[in-house]
């Protein structure tokens, strides 16, 4: 509904300042409040230090932002980026009552309270945004939504965890907290540099209607492993640093985590890919027509991306976030150079850039995360090849219903796409995979996160994975 009240333009704006603000929150420390989640003794003077931590940071980040935000619109040649800079400073200021929190609630393998509280935010941040858009404030719709939702976020997640205590900015003592979450940070940095590359290279060179086209398809594209793959994260991390702890493998949890990831995302993704059109048309309205050759490209490349995102946790989990950082540095390497190339092509050359980049990406990443886990690229195609198969069928349906019946209509031509694709989907794995049904169901319902249930019969322990 806010997308068919603001203008691609808007979203162009708001796209700059993202990138902007990605690239300072790399130094926020949220980190080092991860690092209490993998530590095995936390006591509150540690809570406290990693508080003291927080505030630092990112009451400089806040500071630098602010200052350096006409530095930015001049870069950009967009005056009113350096306003939209200045505003959004406050997100960082919210940050170290939301870490903290978050990390502790984590440690306590309590997600229940976290999914009540991100819903209630996200409402909140729904509401503003159309009620600002509504009442015709453009773009600054954009800019307050988020800053809502942060605001609930912090009060919500610090009364819920009960995270009470006192700044300790005497870091002696916390040595292996600083170590872990700064490898963490560099990582971060280099994810920064992955995935904010193509708008800081692209926000220069496009105007801002071509450039909002191309983020708003990233954005649409992005939900899926946006929405469905951080709470499993959230989840599987802690969960897995348990399990590390008792000296059980993790290859069988990774094994099933993969399977689901893929037989969830890439499905959608090749449905997306499929109906662009009139998913645009339906969704965005017809201004919006012009993103649909983005988003159909754009979907291609997203399962590689929802595969590789879930490989870090399993390392994190153990101890050795260097085969996080070594993927990441890959990544902050081939995402910017495939960029940088293909941006002379025009918005559309950023999506075949991704074509290249996301792949390659997953390759590297197997081949560091893999061998440490104890797992093979034979056993890991074996548990995948049903899911490829099914989304193979699918696709062939789908493009052969369309010489039978092609509506008029972009919304029944969206319904009847999603529905042939759906029940091809389903009744290939309903017919010869049927043990991944109700072990997928299963582990997506399942209550205990520090229980899961290992991918095969092969072995009783294993763990689940996290990003």
């Given at each position: 509904?806010?997308?068919?009240?603001?203008?691609?333009?808007?979203?162009?704006?708001?796209?700059?300042?993202?990138?902007?603000?990605?690239?300072?929150?790399?130094?926020?420390?949220?980190?080092?409040?991860?690092?209490?989640?993998?530590?095995?003794?936390?006591?509150?003077?540690?809570?406290?230090?990693?508080?003291?931590?927080?505030?630092?940071?990112?009451?400089?980040?806040?500071?630098?932002?602010?200052?350096?935000?006409?530095?930015?619109?001049?870069?950009?040649?967009?005056?009113?980026?350096?306003?939209?800079?200045?505003?959004?400073?406050?997100?960082?200021?919210?940050?170290?009552?939301?870490?903290?929190?978050?990390?502790?609630l984590a440690k306590r393998l309590e997600f229940k309270v976290q999914g009540k509280i991100g819903l209630l935010a996200a409402i909140i941040a729904a509401v503003v945004a159309l009620a600002m858009a509504w009442l015709g404030f453009g773009v600054w719709a954009l800019v307050y939504a988020?800053?809502?939702?942060?605001?609930?976020?912090?009060?919500?997640?610090?009364?819920?965890?009960?995270?009470?205590?006192?700044?300790?900015?005497?870091?002696?003592?916390?040595?292996?907290?600083?170590?872990?979450?700064?490898?963490?940070?560099?990582?971060?940095?280099?994810?920064?540099?992955?995935?904010?590359?193509?708008?800081?290279?692209?926000?220069?060179?496009?105007?801002?209607?071509?450039?909002?086209?191309?983020?708003?398809?990233?954005?649409?594209?992005?939900?899926?492993?946006?929405?469905?793959?951080?709470?499993?994260?959230?989840?599987?991390?802690?969960?897995?640093?348990?399990?590390?702890?008792?000296?059980?493998?993790?290859?069988?949890?990774?094994?099933?985590?993969?399977r689901t990831v893929l037989l969830v995302t890439t499905p959608i993704y090749l449905g997306l890919a499929l109906t662009a059109e009139p998913a645009v048309l339906t969704l965005f309205g017809p201004k919006w027509v012009e993103m649909a050759p983005f988003v159909s490209g754009l979907a291609?490349?997203?399962?590689?991306?929802?595969?590789?995102?879930?490989?870090?946790?399993?390392?994190?989990?153990?101890?050795?976030?260097?085969?996080?950082?070594?993927?990441?540095?890959?990544?902050?390497?081939?995402?910017?150079?495939?960029?940088?190339?293909?941006?002379?092509?025009?918005?559309?050359?950023?999506?075949?850039?991704?074509?290249?980049?996301?792949?390659?990406?997953?390759?590297?990443?197997?081949?560091?995360?893999?061998?440490?886990?104890?797992?093979?690229?034979?056993?890991?195609?074996?548990?995948?090849?049903?899911?490829?198969?099914?989304?193979?069928?699918?696709?062939?349906?789908?493009?052969?219903?369309?010489?039978?019946?092609?509506?008029?209509?972009?919304?029944?031509?969206?319904?009847?796409?999603?529905?042939?694709?759906?029940?091809?989907?389903?009744?290939?794995?309903?017919?010869?995979?049927?043990?991944?049904?109700?072990?997928?169901?299963?582990?997506?319902?399942?209550?205990?996160?520090?229980?899961?249930?290992?991918?095969?019969?092969?072995s009783r322990t294993a763990d689940p994975s996290a990003a």
């Amino acid at each position: 509904m806010v997308v068919r009240l603001l203008e691609p333009t808007d979203y162009g704006l708001f796209a700059m300042t993202q990138v902007v603000i990605s690239v300072l929150a790399f130094l926020n420390g949220y980190s080092f409040a991860t690092s209490l989640i993998q530590a095995e003794h936390v006591d509150e003077r540690r809570i406290g230090q990693v508080f003291g931590l927080l505030l630092a940071f990112n009451g400089t980040l806040a500071a630098l932002q602010f200052i350096s935000a006409p530095l930015m619109a001049d870069y950009f040649q967009e005056p009113l980026v350096a306003h939209m800079l200045r505003i959004q400073a406050v997100i960082f200021l919210t940050v170290p009552f939301t870490a903290l929190p978050s990390g502790l609630l984590a440690k306590r393998l309590e997600f229940k309270v976290q999914g009540k509280i991100g819903l209630l935010a996200a409402i909140i941040a729904a509401v503003v945004a159309l009620a600002m858009a509504w009442l015709g404030f453009g773009v600054w719709a954009l800019v307050y939504a988020p800053i809502a939702g942060y605001l609930f976020r912090a009060v919500a997640l610090t009364i819920a965890a009960k995270s009470f205590v006192p700044p300790v900015f005497d870091l002696r003592g916390a040595g292996d907290l600083v170590r872990f979450g700064g490898v963490l940070t560099i990582c971060q940095l280099f994810w920064v540099m992955q995935s904010q590359s193509d708008i800081f290279i692209a926000g220069r060179l496009l105007d801002t209607h071509n450039l909002g086209l191309y983020a708003e398809s990233l954005f649409l594209t992005l939900i899926i492993t946006g929405r469905f793959l951080p709470p499993i994260n959230e989840v599987a991390f802690p969960a897995y640093a348990e399990l590390h702890r008792r000296g059980e493998p993790l290859a069988p949890y990774f094994l099933k985590t993969a399977r689901t990831v893929l037989l969830v995302t890439t499905p959608i993704y090749l449905g997306l890919a499929l109906t662009a059109e009139p998913a645009v048309l339906t969704l965005f309205g017809p201004k919006w027509v012009e993103m649909a050759p983005f988003v159909s490209g754009l979907a291609l490349a997203m399962p590689a991306m929802a595969l590789q995102i879930v490989c870090s946790p399993t390392t994190n989990a153990m101890g050795q976030p260097k085969y996080y950082l070594m993927s990441n540095g890959t990544g902050a390497v081939i995402f910017p150079v495939a960029f940088l190339i293909a941006i002379s092509s025009g918005p559309i050359g950023l999506v075949h850039a991704w074509w290249v980049a996301a792949p390659l990406l997953l390759i590297l990443t197997l081949r560091l995360t893999l061998p440490v886990i104890g797992l093979s690229f034979a056993r890991l195609a074996t548990q995948l090849a049903p899911v490829l198969i099914a989304n193979a069928a699918m696709v062939a349906v789908v493009l052969a219903s369309e010489y039978v019946f092609k509506p008029d209509s972009p919304l029944l031509e969206l319904v009847l796409q999603g529905f042939v694709g759906a029940a091809t989907y389903a009744a290939v794995l309903w017919f010869f995979w049927p043990h991944i049904i109700t072990e997928t169901w299963s582990m997506l319902r399942t209550r205990d996160a520090s229980v899961p249930a290992p991918a095969d019969q092969t072995s009783r322990t294993a763990d689940p994975s996290a990003a």
